[in-house]
């Protein structure tokens, strides 16, 4: 489809009046045509608009459901800006960052101000642009939460040694088995504990370059004090492969039996390994921390590939797949997004059924007696993950009499992003959760 500016200018001017976001400070609809130099101005203050209108007027979509399945797919084929952190995926925090984009330009499309943008919002968004015979609203990217660092410019800056991209099992299609080791910037223990990293993305996007801008502060306290890190991929849904949930969960599995199986090159104790992930991640790093080291059998096999993990820590990360009245706040509020993402990841796969691959995955199924001590930090009003997922895992391991904290951060929505409606500020900001991190891991270590 090929639209001139000047209808792409008109349709714009459509939406604003059509919601009421109509300021003439954005849009003179008094001049019935523009004159090259009026354009010229136009297209300079408004050059930002240009890919949020480009995305409205590439997509097209029969239904809503059709609309909400293909959405981030979508907006990455329009907008590959949205991809943030490069991966050719756009992960569920990407998305998530687009949405945030739509309320900050159409504050009224977040009907109930709660700063998410739901299924029916994102439909009376498309619902609009229907009016007009247009198919898809207009969606802009905005910026992740942390800014884009280069991982070789910040390692040298830190004055960090590191190894990038080790293949720590053999790599399919996707090439996302690997993973990078940073060595301590100081030489306190003769092994050194290792801090693991398993980024978020919901599944199908997210990077292990995160460490490097959500990570930063954590990254380089604890090389400072001796730990060494690692930050790992793994494989994804909706690149190309054909995949069970549980997959991606023996990846992170390999990806520890790796390090603990080459511990004397990288000068490391396999019996002093932390693990921590964000979102997707966080169930990752729980599942991973509590079973055993031959868990989910991979490729990584044979001597030396026993380790112990010595705590966890899980940001706003799910807890379980085998209760559902503790998802009821994402389902009512993303019914298509959670319909279609659910039977992404719960496929029978491998011969395994549905609920064996649920069980397989959720932490809360590995609790025991000797189960490491366990860090639950997430916002109390997370529309993504809900809390009472994390208040579960709390619930049922002090039942057992388990070491475990949970951090409720008020005010905050998945990320601990600020809640809009909310006049109040996240309880805690993004430095002070990974001061907590640094603090927590050297507890443990100590």
């Known amino acids: 489809m090929s639209l001139s500016f000047l209808q792409l200018y008109e349709f714009m001017f459509f939406i604003a009046k059509q919601n009421g976001f109509y300021k003439v400070k954005y849009i003179n609809s008094s001049n019935a045509c523009v004159a090259p130099g009026v354009l010229g101005r136009f297209m300079k203050k408004f050059f930002c608009f240009i890919p949020i209108i480009a995305v409205a007027c590439s997509i097209y979509g029969a239904s809503f459901l059709k609309a909400e399945e293909s959405f981030a797919e979508k907006i990455l084929q329009s907008f590959p800006q949205a991809d943030t952190d490069k991966d050719g995926v756009l992960s569920g925090d990407e998305e998530d960052a687009v949405c945030r984009r739509v309320i900050q330009r159409y504050p009224q499309m977040d009907k109930d101000g709660d700063g998410v943008l739901s299924d029916s919002e994102k439909q009376k968004l498309l619902q609009v642009v229907s009016k007009r015979g247009r198919?898809?609203?207009?969606?802009?990217?905005?910026?992740?939460?942390?800014?884009?660092?280069?991982?070789?410019?910040?390692?040298?800056?830190?004055?960090?040694?590191?190894?990038?991209?080790?293949?720590?099992?053999?790599?399919?299609?996707?090439?996302?088995?690997?993973?990078?080791?940073?060595?301590?910037?100081?030489?306190?223990?003769?092994?050194?504990?290792?801090?693991?990293?398993?980024?978020?993305?919901?599944?199908?996007?997210?990077?292990?370059?995160?460490?490097?801008?959500?990570?930063?502060?954590?990254?380089?306290?604890?090389?400072?004090?001796?730990?060494?890190?690692?930050?790992?991929?793994?494989?994804?849904?909706?690149?190309?492969?054909?995949?069970?949930?549980?997959?991606?969960?023996?990846?992170?599995?390999?990806?520890?039996?790796?390090?603990?199986?080459?511990?004397?090159?990288?000068?490391?104790?396999?019996?002093?390994?932390?693990?921590?992930?964000?979102?997707?991640?966080?169930?990752?790093?729980?599942?991973?921390?509590?079973?055993?080291?031959?868990?989910?059998?991979?490729?990584?096999?044979?001597?030396?590939?026993?380790?112990?993990?010595?705590?966890?820590?899980?940001?706003?990360?799910?807890?379980?797949?085998?209760?559902?009245?503790?998802?009821?706040?994402?389902?009512?509020?993303?019914?298509?997004?959670?319909e279609s993402k659910g039977a992404m990841l719960f496929k029978s796969s491998h011969g395994m059924s549905t609920e064996e691959i649920a069980k397989l995955v959720s932490a809360d199924q590995y609790l025991k007696a000797d189960s490491p001590p366990i860090l639950l930090v997430h916002g109390d009003t997370d529309p993504v993950v809900p809390i009472d997922l994390s208040t579960h895992l709390y619930t049922m391991a002090k039942e057992k009499g388990l070491d475990i904290e949970l951090v409720e951060v008020k005010?905050?929505?998945?990320?601990?992003?600020?809640?809009?409606?909310?006049?109040?500020?996240?309880?805690?900001t993004w430095d002070e959760a990974q001061q907590l991190v640094v603090r927590q891991v050297l507890e443990w270590i100590q």
């Open 411 to 428: 005010n905050a929505g998945h990320g601990f992003s600020k809640v809009k409606g909310n006049a109040a500020s996240p309880s805690m």
């Open 135 to 338: 198919k898809q609203p207009a969606v802009s990217a905005g910026r992740s939460g942390a800014k884009k660092v280069d991982p070789d410019t910040f390692l040298q800056q830190l004055g960090l040694k590191s190894e990038r991209d080790i293949e720590y099992r053999e790599n399919t299609a996707q090439q996302r088995n690997r993973l990078d080791f940073i060595y301590p910037k100081n030489e306190i223990y003769d092994k050194a504990p290792l801090f693991i990293y398993i980024h978020g993305g919901g599944n199908t996007g997210g990077t292990k370059d995160g460490i490097y801008s959500r990570g930063t502060l954590i990254l380089k306290e604890l090389t400072e004090a001796g730990v060494a890190v690692a930050s790992i991929d793994y494989r994804l849904f909706g690149k190309g492969e054909e995949l069970g949930f549980h997959h991606l969960f023996q990846d992170c599995k390999d990806a520890l039996r790796f390090l603990a199986k080459n511990g004397d090159r990288f000068g490391i104790d396999p019996n002093k390994f932390v693990t921590w992930g964000t979102s997707a991640g966080g169930s990752k790093a729980l599942v991973t921390a509590l079973t055993e080291a031959d868990f989910l059998p991979g490729e990584v096999t044979g001597a030396g590939i026993e380790h112990t993990v010595i705590g966890a820590i899980s940001f706003y990360g799910a807890t379980t797949y085998l209760v559902p009245e503790l998802w009821k706040k994402r389902l009512e509020r993303f019914p298509g997004r959670s």
